[in-house]
């Protein structure tokens, strides 16, 4: 027969047993923090139908979309109805949409799911992805008070993933906008200044400098200067930001509600206990230009600036105003963790791959085959992960089994373990024997494995 | 504006929060089973290129499938060479035939990701469905010992999983193929026989009889009586599978073999400590007539056997020869989560809805706010889903809120409490209402969290 090669399409991070417990690992740590800040998981279906995903993007985006067709579809030679969706706020949008009735308000969501994009193959840039997202949704209304909870839960996140030090920073698209209408820069011209501003620190400075007083914009060096000088603002603390806030020769309602919202925010963002050196000003950050209208976050790791910003987000004032009439504001992050587990381990920042298998129970005598697997099933019902040898073979290989395969503790019942009612253990980690009285052995286990766990989580904090 | 109307394709089961949460706590459960007993994690891309997909299957299958295309593609006219996984055993086989040298032998997989096919819309028919598999792949051999290792995974999930008593029933390919081989049914017809004897339970005794007496298969009545006393064995106990496996009136080497794997594979399910009541013979269950080859399973709820099997899966030969020429032989089962949680919940068998979110931080006084983000990250430090009411309200509305979203404990922090450095809390499940020093909330709370997830394993188990 003809053997068809094996291979996946290009763009996508398939990963072999180890590493998709790491990533796994991760996105649990995502998950678990998601919950604990009292946010609701929600799952919609990969596919929605076209219409529903291509209302709002345009360009870049739509050029991007992959197409569905069923096989009966695609006889017919009909245009497709369906599409994989390229990011989770526009099925968040039509979910709100389609269930406003049976959803509680402010409403909370999370959805952690992969996510399609057709990109141009490049290596970091996958065409399926995972995305962690968070957001509450406010019915006609949403307190200013919910744009400081996201860097509480981004804190917490980062914190607890253990991936170095790291900031978060933010910026608010009404003091920026207030600011450059303060300075005369027309209103349709605005975006566009933006859109050079946020290539801020891609392009440079000098780069900047000279397109805002370029025929494109004809701005006067001054105007030019103060912009320059305002997308430089980073704060050092929370005093140093009120400071540098207060400092700003701005005017204009806009830019005073700008002003106030991120005074208040920041204010809560020490009150949820961030602490005052994880997060900060940074007036360059404009994200998503069509998008946001208020608070917008950025978040860096310190010690590897390259990687960009590894969890972005903002406030936004209509989530679904194409599928409802109702007014629905918003504020949510996103954490892209194909591209951010993908770069740790580029970086070479994944911890040595543990697998998720604790025990193997080793067969010395195949006769004795019934009491590993009893030896298993109490392993097992105290909550232990535990494999079982099941072909007989040497011990030594058994062993070494286990050392490749990431597994902690290797268990030996001989006939002398089997009369004395013990276990021998090797843990492999600690390169230690030991023998435990059977009865003993779960809780035994139990206390090195969670001893082991409790390290990991304090050498992350 | 004209709105689109927000709608979701049909064949989707998409859930409200609540209810993802009782669905993903299926699926935890599930996984927990799965690590617990050794298997490791494998995520692939949702899609494949179509010539990997469609070598295989033909037929049903292959008319179902979804194809995907970048708009670019679509624009060319091209014919899509990608489609959606319509299965996760396809993504297996060529997950180990492109990894076969960075793998351990045997290879114990577990995957849990959604699946895709086109079916006819109908109820309880789902296009998106999420299968949880596992599997062990051997190289060139696979000892049969681990075909009882899937039963005993299979009553730890849904032991676990707490929906009503439940039976794996057994049979094996090759002693119903060497009975039917002993009573001179024409290897070729073989096929033709089981599919009929598939349908027993659908189409009934009388139908089967008579069409293997009939004009296609033309058995003659003795024959075709002891195909149909056959296939009505069931066991009901250890002992009596074991005893009406020896009375069976087969023979040959296929048949022999068959008999003597069926009352091995027994055996060491008992070893595994699988309660008799909860597995048994069953020698009518065919199951995927081209692919299996011998042991063979199926779930069912005793209470509810309408469902049909829940859980099934058997021993196949070669999972990969269409894409390597190594000899992978294997054994595996599947769960097909969304259709059972929708048949759990159209049966009325899942539990009250819980939320996520275990505490509500009330806010009585706007001015307080800064105490109240700081009780809550004090719980949620301490590993309890909080949510914080943001915006002012009256205190009898957020408790209306908590208990509409199913949040067993509101927290009122008011400024006696605060005095006293105390919390008032309120138990919406117990109805009951109590005061703790802030010293000891988290504590407490988690003392009683914890109790009513062991009431709750417990009275599932």
Known sequence: MTLTPARTMPGVLELLPLEQIAFQDMLDTIRRNFERFGFLPVETPVMEFADILLTKQGGETERQVYFVQSTGALEQGEKPDLALRFDLTVPLARYVAEHEHELGFPFRRYQMQRVYRGERAQRGRFREFYQCDIDVIGKDSLS???????????????????????????????????????????????????????????????????????????????????????VEVRSTSFDDACAKLDALDGCGELFEQGRAELKDVLGLIRAFGVPESHFALNLSIARGLDYYTGTVYETHLLEHPQIGSICSGGRYDNLAGHYTKSHLPG????????????????????????????????????????????????????????????????????????????????????????????????DMRKQDQFEVPRTELVKTLRVELEQAAAMARAGRG
Chains 1, 2 share one sequence.
Do not use: C
């Open 144 to 230: 200013v008070r919910y744009d400081a909870e996201m860097p509480a839960v981004i804190h917490s996140v980062f914190r607890d993933l253990g991936i170095g030090p790291f900031q978060i920073q933010l910026n608010n698209r009404k003091l920026m906008r207030g600011y450059f209408e303060s300075l005369g820069v027309a209103s349709e011209q605005q975006m566009l200044v933006l859109r050079e501003v946020d290539k801020l620190d891609k392009r440079g400075a000098d780069y900047v400098r000279e397109t805002l007083t370029g025929p494109q914009f004809g701005l006067a060096h001054e105007a030019a200067a103060r912009i320059m000088a305002f």
């Open 331 to 426: 504020v949510g992050i996103s954490i892209g963790a194909t591209r951010l587990f993908w770069q740790l381990r580029e970086a070479g920042l994944l911890g040595p791959a543990t697998s998720t298998v604790q025990v193997l129970v080793t067969q010395m005598d195949e006769t004795q085959l019934p009491a590993y697997l009893e030896l298993a099933t109490q392993l097992r019902n105290g909550g232990i992960a535990t494999e079982v040898v099941m072909e007989p073979g040497k011990l030594a290989k058994q062993f070494k089994y286990a050392d490749r395969a990431g597994i902690r503790f290797v268990v030996v019942l001989g006939s002398d373990e089997i009369a004395k009612g013990t276990v021998a253990v090797k």
